[in-house]
């Protein structure tokens, strides 16, 4: 039995444990307004807003793509979807501007685009005359896609809700509303949906029931249920493990619960490790951060995953717990092949070991994808290092999507290690590189691709080390950090696909 608030009015059901938001909002409940579009968390169509107990005012609506959350998760929450926004013929600010700007042409795409945006309008409702900057309107909606390409309208229609009539919903006006349904509390009453609330407990439910799945942020076990039709009886829901939602701060650095979100992680790595909060960016959609856990981006394995070649590259260790206790491994110990790791049985990742960066340490992390926004990594490449006056020191190079697990590269740290920024020295990584990998080769890029654009990402952050202003015809100064390694990548990804070059642009 799930019981929460749908757009201000409370629910009580009783569904199967594989089942999702979007199936229940469609098949159970009658609300056919949010839309099934790619059924993996890609496209947006589903998307609804969802308030959470522990989730502060103003920022409380956290976009989710609703085909790929379970919806048990729903327990002690508010859910909005697009039919809650309207005050009777009042339309809510993001829809009203979207009628205004013509921002809907099929329709199919609208449901979902909606609700991000109503996300970002409740956000920012306290700060409404601050213009809204392209990289928040960027951020909010990375998870849309419109397939008629109505992306300028969708655009105008976001810099214009503040000038709308502040129409909110009815529910939005109940003072008791908020109380009441944070009061219902998180631990789920379902029989075969199973929410542990501590360590002991989560050990206890995993002897009783092996098969279960562990779910935190679903964002890619779902798919099990979405794509693959694969159903289970049980489901042990990792999310309210107090152990595995903590930060917990030392000296030297970071234990990171499991079960924290990219969203919840992010502001620590803003502050300490600005490339690998720029990643999150990139890693998926503002949907899928609010729900994924960094957890479960490793426990999954994936040879393209995009956190643990940046994990790789600053030595993260992992804390995990089972039947015979707590052990700590190092990440580079964890991924044994494809798919596969070190866990024992009835062993969970607990928390994931971030040092603090040293004096003077730097990171570089760079991903190509065929898409900038809200894809899979073809290639990423994670570089770690400090640097005494020209020479590097404590070298660390990490992919992933080069082979069977996301790898360190000891032959290309070795050959900079001590050495200075040169050329020379870069041209023996390079070659270090090409010895020591047979990469990939599968339908996002071949091995000859992924083998040139991972030389092509040292060559790039030799430039960022020795940056040499040039001058070019018609004035002005550009830096060489941005040439000669974007060409490359790019030739390698054309002759990779096949396709014909471009045609040349006027100077």
Known sequence: MIEFFLNGERQCVDVPPDTSVLALLRETLGHCGTKEGCASGDCGACTVAIAEPDAPPPAMWRT???????????????????????????????????????????????????????????????????????????????GNLCRCTGYRPIRDAAHAMAAQPDSRPTWADDPELETAWRALGRASHATHYHTPQHLAELARLRCEHPQAPLVAGATDLWLGATQRLE???????????????????????????????????????????????????????????????????????????????????????????????????????????????????????????????????????????????DDISTLLGAFHWRQTGERLQDVRVAFGGMAATPLRVPTVEAAL?????????????????????????????????????????????????????????????????????CRPITLALRRARRCPPPRPRCG
Not at 115 to 138: C, Y
Not at 425 to 451: E, H, N, Q
Request: net charge positive; with cysteine.
């Open 231 to 373: 159903q289970w009886p049980e489901v042990i829901d990792l999310r309210q493990v107090a152990e595995l939602r903590r930060i917990a701060a030392e000296e030297t650095g970071w234990w990171i619960g499991a079960a924290v979100t990219y969203q919840e992680w992010e502001p620590l790595l803003r502050t300490h490790y600005p490339a690998f909060a720029h990643l999150l960016e990139r890693l998926g959609s503002a949907q899928i951060r609010h729900r994924a856990t960094v957890g479960g981006n490793i426990a999954n394995a994936s040879p393209i995953g995009d956190t643990p070649p940046v994990l790789l590259a600053l030595e993260a260790r992992l804390r995990l717990a089972g039947p015979e206790g707590e052990r700590e491994l190092p990440l580079s110990a964890f991924f044994l092949d494809y798919r596969k790791t070190a866990l024992r049985p009835g062993e969970c990742i607990v928390a994931i070991w971030l040092p603090r960066p040293e004096n003077g340490s730097q990171l570089r992390v760079w991903k190509l994808s065929k898409r900038r926004e």
């Open 417 to 485: 290690e001590g050495k200075p920024a040169t050329a020379e020295a870069f041209a023996d990584a390079k070659r270090a590189l090409r010895a020591a990998l047979t990469p990939l080769d599968d339908v996002r890029g071949s091995a000859d691709y992924r083998l040139t654009a991972a030389a092509n990402l040292l060559e790039r952050w030799a430039l960022t080390l020795r940056p040499e202003p040039r001058r070019y015809p018609g004035g002005g100064a550009r830096c060489v950090r941005s040439l000669n390694v």
């Open 64 to 142: 989710a793509n609703a085909c790929i959350t379970p919806a048990h998760q729903l327990q002690g929450c508010h859910l909005v979807t697009v039919e809650g926004l309207a005050r009777g013929e009042a339309l809510h600010p993001a829809q009203a501007a979207m009628v205004e700007y013509h921002a809907s042409q099929c329709g199919f795409c609208t449901p979902g685009i909606v609700m991000s945006l109503f996300a970002l309008h409740e956000s920012r409702r306290q700060v409404s005359t601050i213009p809204l900057a392209p990289q928040a309107l960027e951020a909010a909606l990375g």
